[in-house]
């Protein structure tokens, strides 16, 4: 069983910046990718950025390009997501997830951390 837990959410002011964790556990972590996601009030979970567990290859929403940076530490089973130039649009809770089985989908998610960017 894998256990994700984020962490690094908060208020912010637009324009600032905040970096959000997501600490994997469990006998044997191995993942093939990571993202993160993000849902809004009244709106359905978007996703936000993934990372190749690897390589460290990375995709982003174009939302978020130039802006956002996922990364990943394999020695501490840890994936972040630093978040500059924030926006009050960027508010919601932010979820990571790991793709543990490389079919295409995500079969672990962590309980969310809340972001709050205020103008």
């Known amino acids: 069983q894998v256990q994700l837990v984020e962490s690094g959410g908060g208020l912010v002011q637009a324009g600032g910046s905040l970096r959000l964790s997501c600490a994997a556990s469990g006998r044997s972590f191995r993942s093939y990718r990571m993202g993160w996601f993000r849902q809004a009030p009244g709106k359905e979970r978007d996703f936000v950025a993934r990372?190749?567990?690897?390589?460290?290859?990375?995709n982003y929403a174009d939302s978020v390009k130039g802006r956002f940076t996922i990364s990943r530490d394999i020695a501490k089973n840890t994936v972040y997501l630093q978040m500059n130039s924030l926006k009050p649009e960027d508010t919601a809770v932010y979820y990571c997830?790991?793709?543990?089985?490389?079919?295409?989908?995500?079969?672990?998610w962590g309980q969310g951390t809340q972001v709050t960017v205020s103008s």
């Open positions: 990372i190749t567990w690897s390589g460290g290859s990375t």
């Open positions: 997830a790991a793709d543990t089985r490389a079919l295409g989908s995500y079969d672990y």
